[in-house]
């Protein structure tokens, strides 16, 4: 088992990659903490891999830090961090998308990676080292157009991504990021702004091997990258996007 004794924490655990990861996290033997917003859900996950489910406002500070006090008191150490929740909003042009819109995308996409670091970084390092996961895009790499707001919060987060990892390599903080293309998760409608089969298929026809990411290749790439088979990558994007980024 790849993630014996590790404890881990996935936001946004409660449904789609979240729970992918969770999955494939247990399965290599990590104990999990399922957080979400949704605690009906996360239960339901931390249910089905016997882990335990926190509800989380990952762009609240008090949120954030009460989660990681509780995993804290359950567990006494945080191997890893999955910063994995998050939201978009509905396809239409940028100068349309009101304030209220765009600092909420920007609290959860963003906010909530300044938060983790905050918050586990000083207990990482004090526990010498450990790993970090962010939940990018392709949409940080080669934008669509009219998700201009939520394109630029998963390029912030690359560019955090790489930035925590050169800062954090002396302390053995790996940190690394995940870039999968529109998968089978709740957010898909909303990214093709509504799920008809003629939408999905232009969606599909440009990802070159042909179907959408899932929930499993999502835990796949997050297990390596948080095991010990990856202890000589750091701030790397991997993209999950079946060569739509070539």
């Known amino acids: 088992m790849r993630l014996r004794d590790k404890i881990a924490i996935v936001t946004g655990g409660g449904s789609g990659f979240g729970a992918g990861i969770v999955k494939k996290f247990a399965e290599e033997g990590?104990?999990?903490?399922?957080?979400?917003?949704?605690?009906?859900?996360?239960?339901?996950?931390?249910?089905?891999?016997?882990?335990?489910?926190?509800?989380v406002d990952v762009s609240s500070s008090i949120s954030f830090k009460n989660l990681v006090n509780v995993t804290l008191e359950k567990f006494g150490k945080i191997d890893i961090m999955v910063?994995?929740?998050?939201?978009?909003?509905?396809?239409?042009?940028?100068?349309?998308?009101?304030?209220e819109e765009f600092e909420k995308i920007f609290s959860v996409n963003s906010k909530s990676v300044f938060l983790s670091a905050k918050y586990l970084v000083p207990l990482m390092t004090s526990k010498s080292g450990g790993n970090i996961l962010n939940i990018a895009s392709t949409a940080g790499i080669s934008p669509r157009p009219n998700l201009s707001w939520y394109?630029?919060?998963?390029?912030?987060?690359?560019?955090?991504?790489?930035?925590?990892?050169?800062?954090?390599?002396?302390?053995?903080?790996?940190?690394n990021a995940l870039a999968p293309v529109a998968g089978e998760t709740p957010l898909l409608k909303s990214f093709m702004g509504g799920d008809t089969s003629e939408k999905r298929e232009k969606f599909l026809s440009t990802i070159p091997i042909g179907r959408f990411s899932t929930p499993d290749d999502m835990g796949n790439a997050a297990c390596f990258l948080c095991s010990e088979e990856?202890?000589?990558?750091?701030?790397?994007?991997?993209?999950?996007?079946?060569?739509?980024?070539?």
Not at 31 to 42: G, K, Q, S, T, Y
Not at 84 to 99: L, R, V
Not at 151 to 170: D, F, H, Q, V
């Open 30 to 55: 990590a104990r999990v903490i399922v957080a979400d917003i949704n605690l009906e859900n996360a239960m339901k996950e931390a249910k089905s891999v016997g882990g335990v489910a926190i509800e």
């Open 83 to 99: 910063n994995n929740a998050g939201i978009t909003h509905n396809p239409k042009n940028m100068e349309e998308i009101s304030e």
């Open 230 to 246: 990856a202890s000589m990558i750091t701030g790397v994007i991997l993209p999950v996007d079946g060569g739509r980024c070539i």
């Open 151 to 175: 394109n630029a919060t998963k390029g912030w987060m690359i560019s955090a991504t790489k930035a925590m990892a050169i800062e954090l390599a002396p302390k053995k903080i790996r940190v």
